[in-house]
């Protein structure tokens, strides 16, 4: 499709010249979106693991935990294989307490952590004497935390310390709950917990836990008031000099503080020094860092970079109405290839230090490059297509302008929640890492707005038998609402017709590209109560896009294909719409999720405060 994104980039720039055009206004020191960050495989760091129950020693976050056999656990959530898996124990729920703890420990070694905790469990207490009851309640502990059962583990842990406080491997059980403290978002009472731990002991893992978790708080304020409780911790207070100058926190009112870190834990004074204010420019420098591949003429190369050249044209559109607006912006395109190598080449450039703002890549491993980059030499860079929520982890300057997939998940959940009258759901996901991170994302955002997901399942849409079980069953007349995220065109009528077979009249949120599905008719869609998360839809009617179609003809003499959804005129707008005063553009950006409702679409810009709105089509018939 052509010109499919020219006028997303057009919005960029109008919104980054409001944000510049604002010195006046009050420092601000937005982190990050309101909501938390689902746990999902793209949008999380991987987690510390527990501690071995042997030997005493406990590993490093990014090593798998050993159990007192010496067998490494499983992961968290381990990957589908051809491989069958191990057969149970044939005597689960022995009355031998031995033969129980034995069935613990090869369960946990299996990944069953379900039935792991229900075979150690009544050997925990101290009334069952059972002579490893601290062991067998650590094991129960490690088990519910790889099942992301943060209740059961905290329960159990407080039993150890409270029952069984002379246990020789108490440290690693005290790691481990901290562990459990901190996915809990409760970083004050793991700080807490961290500080029983007798000196020395575990010093390694306790930096590293650290490291890992503080480094997701996105609360100034709540940062501020840990290092106020626990002044003499060296890792809180590193971390939070990393989020005053890497994450962009950072006042005049913070220069005492951070001079204090400083000196008191001895840091790089030339690392940690102080950003200069910005001041208001005559004219900002925004470099654009897309594949052109001009070192290929052909037809065929031309063809297929189509996309590219659009995305230039929507930038240029908006450079034209900028400047005669009196808001100059100066373009620096950079043809950075199809791969590494040459986006290696550009980001050596001198003068690429020097831009207010950097726009691209478009390849994922030229995005990660540039994240690196734009963290480093603090300059805001959006990426344009990526969806991917690992590139924004931990890094407040760079951006997505797509939404994330568990951002989409969120705000998909919030509305089902808001609108259906069923509290209960099925989630069926294709067996893809985004296609996952959405039915995880969904789940935990759906659970904690009290809603409950009954089903959670992988489908692999390209088998038929994979398909079959993936609704096997599901009885549709018990469910609120139905989840079905895939992109799968065999995925689209197989739903259909499962639900036609069960006479089933249940809502049905799927992504959008069903509307492409040439085997699923527009016509079966009206027919059912479908929502499409659709981040690409556009209202034809309104004025900016007829304006931006108007202004594109008038400069290229040929009508964009597809119109993005926002238009420069429509970003400025919403400018004045912010509940904050303006940060400073070397500043981390507030942010805007907008969802768009039946037969709708979910879109993340990251110019505004969150907005979510529904917005109806007559009939899909009409619109396609």
């Not at 490494?72 to 031995?98: E, F, G, I, V, Y």
């Not at 501020?224 to 989020?243: I, S």
């Not at 893809?432 to 489908?459: I, M, N």
């Not at 707008?573 to 507030?590: G, I, K, L, V």
Request: positive net charge.
């Amino acid at each position: 499709m052509r010109h499919l994104y020219s006028l997303r980039l057009a919005s960029w720039l109008c919104c980054f010249w409001w944000l510049t055009a604002l010195p006046s206004m009050a420092q601000t020191a937005p982190a990050r979106p309101a909501s938390k960050p689902a746990v999902t495989k793209p949008a999380t760091t991987k987690a510390p693991q527990p501690a071995s129950t042997a030997s005493n020693k406990a590993v490093t976050p990014s090593k798998p935990t050993t159990t007192t056999t010496g067998s490494k656990l499983p992961p968290t959530a381990p990957k589908s294989t051809a491989k069958p898996r191990p057969a149970l124990p044939t005597n689960l729920n022995s009355s031998d307490q031995n033969t129980r703890y034995q069935n613990g420990k090869v369960l946990l070694d299996q990944g069953r952590y379900d039935l792991a905790m229900q075979e150690l469990a009544p050997l925990t207490p101290p009334a069952a004497r059972f002579e490893r009851g601290a062991e067998a309640a650590y094991l129960y502990a490690v088990a519910a935390t790889r099942a992301k059962k943060w209740a059961e583990a905290e329960q159990m842990l407080n039993l150890i310390r409270s029952e069984y406080a002379k246990w020789e491997n108490l440290p690693e059980a005290l790691y481990l709950q901290a562990q459990v403290s901190f996915e809990q978002g409760e970083p004050d009472n793991a700080l807490q917990v961290l500080e029983l731990i007798p000196n020395k002991t575990l010093a390694t893992e306790q930096n590293a836990i650290k490291a890992t978790y503080l480094a997701r708080i996105q609360d100034k304020a709540l940062f501020q008031t840990l290092l106020q409780r626990y002044p003499k911790d060296e890792a809180l207070g590193r971390a939070y000099a990393d989020k005053l100058i890497a994450g962009g926190w950072y006042t005049e009112a913070d220069k005492p503080v951070l001079e204090q870190l400083i000196k008191d834990f001895s840091l790089d004074r030339a690392r940690y020094s102080a950003i200069p204010q910005a001041q208001k420019k005559a004219i900002y420098r925004v470099g654009v860092l897309l594949p052109f591949e001009f070192n290929d003429p052909s037809w065929e190369k031309v063809r297929r970079n189509q996309f590219v050249t659009d995305l230039y044209a929507g930038l240029l559109l908006a450079q034209d109405s900028l400047q005669r607006e009196g808001r100059p912006v100066q373009l620096f395109a950079y043809d950075t290839g199809a791969d590494t190598i040459q986006l290696k080449q550009v980001l050596a450039l001198p003068e690429l230090a020097s831009m207010d703002m950097i726009i691209g890549p478009i390849y994922k491993s030229g995005s990660k490059l540039l994240a690196r980059y734009a963290q480093q030499r603090q300059i805001i860079t959006i990426n344009p297509l990526s969806q991917d929520g690992n590139l924004t982890i931990s890094n407040n300057w760079h951006y997505l302008f797509e939404p994330s997939m568990a951002t989409q998940a969120q705000v998909a959940a919030q509305y089902a929640f808001r609108t259906f009258s069923g509290r209960t759901a099925a989630v069926l996901h294709e067996d893809t890492s985004d296609d996952l991170a959405f039915a995880q994302a969904y789940k935990t955002a759906y659970e904690a707005l009290g809603g409950k997901v009954q089903v959670l399942r992988r489908l692999n849409s390209n088998m038929e038998e994979s398909l079959a079980a993936g609704f096997a069953g599901i009885d549709f007349a018990t469910l609120g609402h139905l989840v079905v995220a895939s992109d799968n065109r065999k995925a689209g009528a197989f739903t259909l017709k499962q639900l036609q077979t069960q006479a089933a009249q249940l809502p049905l949120i799927t992504y959008g590209s069903w509307l492409e599905n040439p085997s699923v008719s527009p016509s079966r869609l009206d027919a059912r109560d479908v929502y499409l998360i659709h981040r690409k839809y556009i209202d034809p009617t309104s004025f900016g896009v007829r304006r931006f179609r108007q202004l594109y003809v008038q400069r290229h003499n040929l009508p964009p294909a597809f119109l993005p959804i926002q238009v420069s005129n429509y970003c400025i707008t919403s400018a004045t719409n912010f509940t904050s005063t303006a940060p400073r553009f070397n500043r981390a950006w507030p942010r805007r999720v907008q969802f768009r409702g039946h037969y709708s679409k979910v879109s993340a810009t990251l110019m505004a405060p969150t907005i979510i709105s529904t917005y109806r089509l007559s009939s899909l018939n009409d619109w396609r």
